[in-house]
């Protein structure tokens, strides 16, 4: 039974998705039962890098959205329109839909999911905040049992990207823009980045998932970051800060005190000093970070990917597979073959055989070890030759003192087989000069 997917868009985050779709050997194996059947372009004459059937790419993104064989539509064309019209035709039409669209779900979220909710299908948005990064599932999910006070994130990688290079550099804005431009980091332009727009779409979502309510975005508090200078990072930096673009969501405390009341939120994204021992301060380059607060989980931080090819397509298609789930048991007639209830492939641990495991002797990795010797000349030579016979290939050997009359040696190999490495410390260990092997670590 294959689920057919309906791809609106073929660039940067559509082809990533085309590949993994294209190539589902060693990932979950629902993503076999998954069919790219059409990809909607603008233009049929682009080169494109993933190899699709000649029937399957169209300019005529409605004869997807309306077609009666498709059954999830993912729209990774960005903008705003012909994307929420699209969106909101796959919904009329009965497809469950997939959008990494921050800007469209921030500005229609009410409309699509009202529309959504009234059809019966699904509309997941992983991809649109924080790219790869799992964040809007675990807000749905994994942490819907507390009670959530805080979401702050590092939502924006090219803004952070900036403010990293200002910091580590000492340059100014516009000379980190300019070469971010020239780099492919920051777009030609940069307003909906450098000025906090698209980190307020993101926390927008962020904070409707986090406090069950929708967001108007006019209400959201934007700062950007063009303002900030060499001078004020360096400030900052002396008095034990780094400047951060932080979009934060927060439920009012007084609200707490009666919790019966409606939630008062503040929702706002501006440039702010925080500590360096903060967690969210050595979330560096184009990484993004999301911290959430609440009761009783305390503080949970989501790090990673927060844009790119492959990353963001990595949670479209964890998007595409939770629906392709929830369709397999409502069309397997909910049946095993055993006659009992077909259960969630994702959600269900239902694998049968055992994985191999390959024995400790096969893991390569360094290894620190210290190892208490007489002192006499030609012990470091020793041990560097056993090591050397067993094709342990070291990276230091030094004698860092005397320790009970003893020469306190300590050893780093570089990767080598721990098999070899054992056979070695076995024969090192029963040397005459040696005394005692203090220690043996691994080194990452
Ligand atoms: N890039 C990233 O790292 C991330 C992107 N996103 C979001 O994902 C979405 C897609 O972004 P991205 O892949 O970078 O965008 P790209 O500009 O790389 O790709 C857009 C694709 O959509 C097609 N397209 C655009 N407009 C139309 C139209 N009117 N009719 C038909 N086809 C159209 C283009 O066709 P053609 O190829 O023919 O030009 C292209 O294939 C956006 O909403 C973005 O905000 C979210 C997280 C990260
Ligand atoms: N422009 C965004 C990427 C997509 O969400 C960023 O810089 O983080
Ligand atoms: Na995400």
Same mark, same amino acid.
């Given at each position: 039974?294959?689920?057919?997917?309906?791809?609106?868009?073929?660039?940067?985050?559509?082809?990533?998705?085309?590949?993994?779709?294209?190539?589902?050997?060693?990932?979950?194996?629902?993503?076999?039962?998954? +069919?790219?059947?059409?990809?909607? $372009?603008?233009?049929?004459?682009?080169?494109?890098?993933?190899?699709?059937?000649?029937?399957?790419?169209?300019?005529? %993104?409605?004869?997807?959205?309306?077609?009666?064989?498709? !059954?999830?539509?993912?729209?990774?064309?960005?903008?705003?329109?012909?994307?929420?019209?699209?969106? %909101?035709?796959?919904?009329?039409?009965?497809?469950?839909?997939?959008?990494?669209?921050?800007?469209?779900?921030?500005?229609?979220?009410?409309?699509?999911?009202?529309?959504?909710?009234?059809?019966?299908?699904?509309?997941?948005?992983?991809?649109?905040?924080?790219?790869?990064?799992?964040?809007? &599932?675990?807000?749905?999910?994994?942490?819907?049992?507390?009670?959530?006070?805080?979401?702050?994130? @590092?939502?924006?990688?090219?803004?952070?990207?900036?403010?990293?290079?200002?910091?580590?550099?000492? *340059?100014?804005? !516009? =000379?980190?823009?300019?070469?971010? #431009?020239?780099?492919?980091?920051?777009?030609?332009?940069?307003?909906?980045?450098?000025?906090?727009? !698209?980190?307020?779409?993101?926390?927008?979502?962020?904070? *409707? %998932?986090?406090?069950?309510?929708?967001?108007?975005?006019? +209400?959201?508090?934007? +700062?950007?970051?063009?303002?900030?200078?060499?001078?004020?990072?360096?400030?900052?930096?002396? %008095?034990?800060?780094?400047?951060?673009?932080?979009?934060?969501?927060?439920?009012?405390? +007084?609200?707490?005190?009666? @919790?019966?009341?409606?939630?008062?939120?503040?929702?706002?994204?501006?440039?702010?000093?925080?500590?360096?021992?903060?967690?969210?301060?050595?979330?560096?380059?184009?990484?993004?970070?999301?911290?959430? &607060?609440?009761?009783?989980?305390?503080?949970?931080?989501?790090?990673?990917?927060?844009?790119?090819?492959?990353? =963001?397509?990595?949670?479209?298609?964890?998007?595409?597979?939770? @629906?392709?789930?929830?369709?397999?048991?409502?069309?397997?007639?909910?049946? #095993?073959?055993?006659?009992?209830?077909?259960? !969630?492939?994702?959600?269900?641990?239902?694998?049968?055989?055992?994985?191999?495991?390959?024995?400790?002797?096969?893991?390569?990795?360094?290894?620190?070890?210290?190892?208490?010797? #007489?002192?006499?000349?030609?012990?470091?030579?020793?041990?560097?030759?056993?090591?050397?016979?067993?094709?342990?290939?070291?990276?230091?050997?030094?004698?860092?003192?005397?320790?009970?009359?003893?020469? &306190?040696?300590? $050893?780093?190999?570089?990767?080598?087989?721990?098999?070899?490495?054992?056979?070695?410390?076995?024969?090192?260990?029963?040397? &005459?000069?040696?005394?005692?092997? *203090?220690?043996?670590?691994?080194?990452?």
């Amino acid at each position: 039974m294959a689920f057919k997917v309906g791809l609106l868009g073929l660039g940067t985050v559509g082809t990533g998705t085309a590949e993994i779709l294209a190539n589902p050997a060693q990932r979950h194996p629902l993503l076999q039962e998954l +069919e790219i059947y059409r990809v909607g $372009v603008r233009s049929l004459e682009k080169p494109r890098t993933v190899p699709l059937a000649s029937n399957v790419l169209t300019t005529d %993104l409605e004869s997807i959205v309306t077609d009666p064989a498709v !059954d999830i539509v993912v729209e990774v064309i960005g903008g705003l329109e012909p994307a929420r019209s699209l969106i %909101l035709q796959a919904i009329a039409h009965g497809k469950h839909v997939v959008t990494a669209n921050k800007a469209v779900i921030a500005r229609y979220g009410d409309e699509i999911f009202t529309a959504a909710t009234n059809a019966g299908v699904y509309v997941l948005i992983e991809a649109a905040v924080a790219g790869g990064i799992p964040v809007i &599932e675990p807000l749905k999910q994994s942490l819907c049992a507390n009670r959530l006070y805080t979401v702050t994130g @590092i939502v924006n990688g090219t803004t952070n990207y900036i403010l990293t290079r200002m910091q580590t550099e000492g *340059s100014d804005f !516009d =000379t980190v823009l300019a070469d971010a #431009q020239r780099l492919g980091y920051a777009e030609a332009d940069p307003t909906a980045d450098v000025d906090g727009f !698209d980190a307020a779409d993101k926390i927008a979502i962020l904070a *409707s %998932l986090a406090f069950g309510g929708r967001i108007k975005l006019p +209400e959201v508090h934007r +700062e950007g970051i063009r303002q900030i200078t060499a001078a004020d990072i360096a400030y900052a930096d002396k %008095l034990g800060f780094v400047i951060k673009l932080l979009a934060t969501a927060q439920r009012n405390v +007084e609200a707490d005190e009666t @919790i019966n009341q409606p939630d008062r939120l503040q929702v706002r994204v501006h440039p702010t000093l925080l500590p360096k021992t903060h967690p969210l301060a050595s979330i560096n380059g184009v990484y993004n970070a999301v911290l959430i &607060e609440g009761d009783p989980i305390g503080q949970v931080m989501f790090f990673g990917p927060g844009a790119g090819s492959g990353p =963001t397509a990595s949670a479209v298609v964890s998007d595409i597979l939770n @629906i392709a789930a929830i369709l397999k048991v409502e069309r397997g007639a909910a049946v #095993q073959p055993n006659g009992q209830p077909l259960l !969630d492939p994702l959600l269900a641990c239902s694998h049968q055989h055992y994985c191999t495991i390959t024995p400790i002797d096969e893991l390569v990795t360094r290894f620190y070890v210290r190892v208490l010797a #007489q002192d006499s000349p030609g012990v470091i030579g020793k041990l560097g030759t056993c090591f050397g016979n067993h094709n342990v290939s070291l990276e230091s050997i030094v004698q860092i003192g005397l320790r009970d009359n003893r020469a &306190e040696i300590v $050893v780093i190999t570089h990767h080598v087989r721990e098999g070899n490495f054992r056979q070695a410390l076995e024969e090192i260990s029963a040397f &005459e000069g040696i005394a005692t092997v *203090s220690s043996v670590l691994r080194v990452l």
